[in-house]
């Protein structure tokens, strides 16, 4: 899943690990979600969406499937 967590991240000028602090996450998770290797959980994405005031669409978009069935 595609996700805009980095970019608003450092808009806000805080480093991966203030962001995990603020989640109540290791900083590994931060990295493996900026790094889209990771998709958090809804109750993950819903406290990202609070945290940074926007709606879970805004930060998240999934992978479309193009037409060959592939991304």
């Known amino acids: 899943m595609k996700n805009q967590v980095k970019k608003m991240r ?3 000028g805080w480093s991966q690990g203030e962001l995990a602090k603020r989640l ?3 900083r ?3 990295i493996s979600i900026e790094k889209e290797r990771y998709n958090p959980s809804l109750d993950l994405a819903f406290s990202l969406a609070d945290l940074f005031e926007r709606r ?3 930060i998240f978009t999934p992978n479309r499937m193009n037409e ?3 991304e």
Do not use: A, P, Y
């Open 10 to 12: 450092e808009g806000r």
């Open 56 to 58: 879970i669409e805004d």
């Open 68 to 70: 060959e069935g592939t």
């Open 28 to 30: 590994q998770t931060v």
């Open 24 to 26: 109540n996450v290791s």
